[in-house]
């Protein structure tokens, strides 16, 4: 039990943060849990698989999800401005 205590904790910070973005009605407040719950997801996938290249893919999942979380926070806050 003492082992899953780590997967434990990463999976009920990525169940608050999901029940957060379901019950927050500005979008642009969703966007930071959003990111949590990438977290949780690399952390928790980082946990489960016993091997090195898990990590490597907890990275790459972790990485991609804060660019789309990025991405998606630009598109909405209008982007670049012609004269910046």
Do not use: W
Not at 14 to 25: D, N, Q, T
Not at 37 to 45: K, M, R, Y
């Amino acid at each position: 039990m003492e082992g899953q205590l780590p997967l434990a904790v990463c999976a009920i910070v990525g169940l608050f943060a999901a029940a957060r973005i379901l019950l927050e009605p500005d979008t642009l407040r969703k966007l930071p849990y959003l990111n949590v719950v990438g977290f949780a997801v690399a952390g928790s996938i980082a946990l489960l698989i016993p091997h090195p290249l898990a990590i490597l893919a907890a990275s790459a999942y972790f990485v991609g999800s804060t660019l789309e979380s990025n991405a998606i926070a630009s598109t909405i806050a209008g982007g670049k401005k012609p004269g910046d």
